[in-house]
T-cell receptor, first 113, second 114 residues
Framework: AQSVTQPDIHITVSEGASLELRCNYS??????LFWYVQSPGQGLQLLLK??????LVQGIKGFEAEFKRSQSSFNLRKPSVHWSDAAEYFC???????????FGKGTKLSVIP | DAGVIQSPRHEVTEMGQEVTLRCKPI?????LFWYRQTMMRGLELLIY????????DSGMPEDRFSAKMPNASFSTLKIQPSEPRDSAVYFC????????????FGPGTRLTVL
């Protein structure tokens, strides 16, 4: 069965600091990997996705993520965080032929001025 | 494109009442998913449809829950009778396999059962 682990429930960073959110997955075949962001009271917005090819993927809002097969990881990064990035971030996995998403429990990001 | 549309956005009801949540997927998308989000369990897949046919409903918690997709542009999730533990945010998402497997989410329905 597929699963996603986001080990950090809550992270606080200062505005302008760099950010890395961790995600580890378990999947029997080549995974499709996603990061979604959810602002309070809102739905989920896709930040970026990995299907194949270059293991470093760029997304919206200046985010990027790197797929590391050997570590079963897909960590999300941003070089300089803005106050508007405060939200909850979800990592998810699915696969070819089975498009059901399995989500991690999420990491809540707080940004302090 | 209007995106995935869900209604109502908020629903407050009393235990034992029937609740119907509605979803309109993005035009041209042939797969639709219903998720439930709670603090305790996070985001859980309840059921998904492909070409209006239910493919996997193993996530539906009990017989009190049912979902239908009578046509490509409309789906409902019904809870009858509702219970306080059904209180959650319910999301609908859609995608088109030929366009890539990323799912597009609606804004959600926040359900409160008193």
């Amino acid at each position: 069965a597929q699963s996603v682990t986001q080990p950090d429930i809550h992270i606080t960073v200062s505005e302008g600091a760099s950010l890395e959110l961790r995600c580890n997955y378990s999947y029997g075949a080549t995974p499709y990997l996603f990061w979604y962001v959810q602002s309070p009271g809102q739905g989920l917005q896709l930040l970026l996705k990995y299907f194949s090819g270059d293991t470093l993927v760029q997304g919206i809002k200046g985010f990027e993520a790197e797929f590391k097969r050997s570590q079963s990881s897909f960590n999300l990064r941003k070089p300089s965080v803005h106050w508007s990035d405060a939200a909850e971030y979800f990592c998810a996995v699915s696969g070819a032929g089975s498009y059901q998403l399995t989500f991690g429990k999420g990491t809540k990001l707080s940004v302090i001025p | 494109d209007a995106g995935v549309i869900q209604s109502p956005r908020h629903e407050v009801t009393e235990m034992g009442q029937e609740v119907t949540l509605r979803c309109k997927p993005i035009s041209g998308h042939n797969s639709l998913f219903w998720y439930r989000q709670t603090m305790m369990r996070g985001l859980e897949l309840l059921i998904y449809f492909n070409n209006n046919v239910p493919i996997d409903d193993s996530g539906m918690p009990e017989d009190r829950f049912s979902a239908k997709m009578p046509n490509a542009s409309f789906s409902t999730l019904k809870i009858q009778p509702s219970e306080p533990r059904d209180s959650a945010v319910y999301f609908c998402a859609s995608f088109r396999a030929s366009g890539g497997p990323e799912q597009f989410f609606g804004p959600g329905t926040r359900l409160t059962v008193l």
